[in-house]
């Protein structure tokens, strides 16, 4: 006579421990996190009624037609798209030449030494980072301080009065929130760039040179491409991170509302829930279109 557990195979034991084990997580995902995106997407769909300033739970589309009816939310879903593709743009073009140093030239030691350096910022408060650069970048900060001593104040007079983008000083521009932007986000660029070009074999590089390519030309046949799901993921982080922050365009920059404000001011001060939850889906929506975009240029086809 067998034991009870005779029928109960070894790999159906393997199959019960590993998802025992990973039940806990997915109840979290499932439940916690995209159980509140949903909730977040149904509230969406509802309205404030006018006089009792309640949410009406019935399904309209009232809320988008506000969203996208009224030119100020439109102004606000533009500034704040053009603000992110620059930052992810002027992150990709700092952090490939740094990333392909740490992946492909540098010693161990030196390799360890820019990853530490790297990652050391993420290390500090968030908001400690974004008040210290309001500090450095005030009228009478360190910015302008090292701009005179190096005889450079007649170019930084020049950015800050250029039309939009300028102020009366960095820490009062959509300038100086880009660069706080860009010194945020840099190194969750520059991560997934290294890791995606360490990946490279270096036999390619060896048989393009073999068949006469420059390097050049290497680089642009056979390094970016294969560097290309790297720098999707790293640009999908600026991407997003620099859409839904409320924090630096709050504490840094020129007056103007961004998507991340406006989410914030509407479900706190003004207790517009439907508005604010139309606001949040246009960062999940504007994701969604840059990964599509993404995959049809072929940025995925390497992983």
Known sequence: MGSPSAGFSRPGRQAFYFALLLAPPLLWLGIVYLGSLFTLLLQSFYAIDEFTARVVPEFTLATYRQLLSQPAHLDIILRTLLMALAVTAASAMIAFPVALYMARHAGPRMKALFYVGVMLPMWTSYLVKVYAWRLIMAKQGIASWGFEHLGLMGVLDHALAVPVVGGPSLASSYLGMFVV????????????????????????????????????????????????????????FTFSLTLGDYIIPSVVGAPGYFIGMMVYQQQGTAGNLPLAAAFSVVPIVLIGLYLMLARRLGAFDAL
């Not at 074999?201 to 560097?227: E, I, K, Y």
């Open 181 to 236: 932007f860009v010194y945020m986000w840099l190194p969750f660029m520059i991560l997934p760039l290294a890791a995606a070009l360490e990946r490279v074999p270096s036999s390619l590089l060896q048989a393009a040179s073999d068949l006469g390519a420059r390097p050049g030309q290497a680089f642009r046949h056979v390094v970016l491409p294969l560097a290309l799901p790297g720098l999707a993921a790293g640009s999908i």
